[in-house]
């Protein structure tokens, strides 16, 4: 009975320490959210933007979900807590193009935002179409001045 107690008490001492950045919704409180990721934005121009408040995500998410019928639903965003970090690639002459935010992290006085670009490589099949990649997450409100940071990930040979 004594090694069932003892048990008990160290899975939940290791419950609360696995969980102790977790917020009442679920969600790690120093992570990101993805909201949307794809390759077909209605943005076709390539940016990099913090929205900061509703009426600002209301108009880029109209521009961005233009082609989409019917439009894609407004996420949810506490802005009160999160801000949504948004970036697009601009229109691709055919498919292969991806972009991801990695992380979102203050550091030296600046938010720093993480993204990795990808391309087909060279000779590549790929989807012919019009593309315009996009990925949108919710972070953590900040008041820093962001700092975008591009990698470009090496294209691979399949």
Known sequence: MQIVNV???????????????????????KT???????????????RQEVITDRKNLEQF???????TKPAAPLPEID???????????????????????MSVTPGDGKLRIT???GSPPPGAITIQSLTAPFHFVAAPKSDLKP????????????
Not at 32 to 46: D, L, N, V
Not at 79 to 101: D, L
């Open 7 to 29: 048990v008990s008490a160290i899975g939940a001492l290791l419950a609360l320490g696995l969980f102790a950045g977790v917020t009442a919704n679920g969600e790690d409180s």
């Open 32 to 46: 990101i959210r993805t909201i949307a990721k794809g390759a077909f934005s209605g943005i076709q121009e390539p």
């Open 61 to 67: 998410w109209s521009k961005h979900s233009r082609l």
């Open 79 to 101: 802005f009160a807590k999160q801000m949504v970090v948004a970036v697009t690639m601009g229109m691709k002459r055919t498919g292969g193009y991806s972009v991801e935010i």
């Open 115 to 117: 993204i990795k670009q």
């Open 147 to 158: 700092e975008f940071i591009v990698e470009t990930m090496p294209a691979s040979k399949k």
